[in-house]
C-alpha cells in the first residue's frame, strides 16, 4: 500500500508562515522514496489544480511556479521519507487544499504524478 499524507495546513494571516509536510508510507517507498521525485500542487474552490512546486530524487533541482518564487521552498529528507514546503510571506491568493504527489521524474505537471496524498487545507486571510 502506497500512503502519501500531508499536515501542517491551517489558518495563518496574510504576511505568515507555514510549513507543510508529506510524509510518504507503504512498500513501494519503503526503501525507494530517494529514488521518486516529489511535488506539491494545490486547488482552489472553482479552479483546477495547479503546479506549486518540485524537487528531485537528490533534493538538488528545485522548480517553482512564478506566483511563489522567492516565497516558498521546497526540500525533502529522504531518511525520513518526508518531503517539506515551507511558504512564507502568504498572500490570501495562496489559499487552497494543497496536495503532495510523488512521481519518477520531476513533477511539473498533475499527470506526471504516480502517487497523491489526500490535500491539507491552507487559508490565508487578508
Known amino acids: 500500500q502506497v500512503q502519501l499524507v500531508e499536515s501542517g495546513g491551517g489558518l495563518v494571516q496574510a504576511g505568515g508562515s507555514l510549513r507543510l509536510s508529506c510524509a510518504a508510507s507503504?512498500?513501494?517507498?519503503?526503501?525507494?522514496?530517494?529514488?521518486?521525485?516529489m511535488g506539491w500542487f494545490r486547488q482552489a474552490p472553482g479552479k483546477e489544480r495547479e503546479f506549486v512546486s518540485t524537487?528531485?530524487?537528490?533534493?538538488?533541482?528545485?522548480y517553482y511556479t512564478d506566483s511563489v518564487k522567492g516565497r516558498f521552498t521546497i526540500s525533502r529528507d529522504n531518511a525520513k521519507n518526508t518531503v517539506f514546503l515551507q511558504m512564507d510571506s502568504l498572500k490570501p491568493e495562496d489559499t487552497a487544499v494543497y496536495y503532495c504527489?510523488?512521481?519518477?521524474?520531476?513533477?511539473?505537471?498533475?499527470?506526471?504524478?504516480?502517487?497523491w496524498g489526500q490535500g491539507t487545507q491552507v487559508t490565508v486571510s487578508s
Open positions: 504527489a510523488a512521481g519518477p521524474r520531476i513533477i511539473d505537471r498533475a499527470v506526471r504524478a504516480a502517487y
Open positions: 507503504g512498500r513501494t517507498f519503503s526503501s525507494t522514496f530517494s529514488s521518486y521525485a
Open positions: 524537487i528531485d530524487w537528490s533534493g538538488g533541482n528545485t
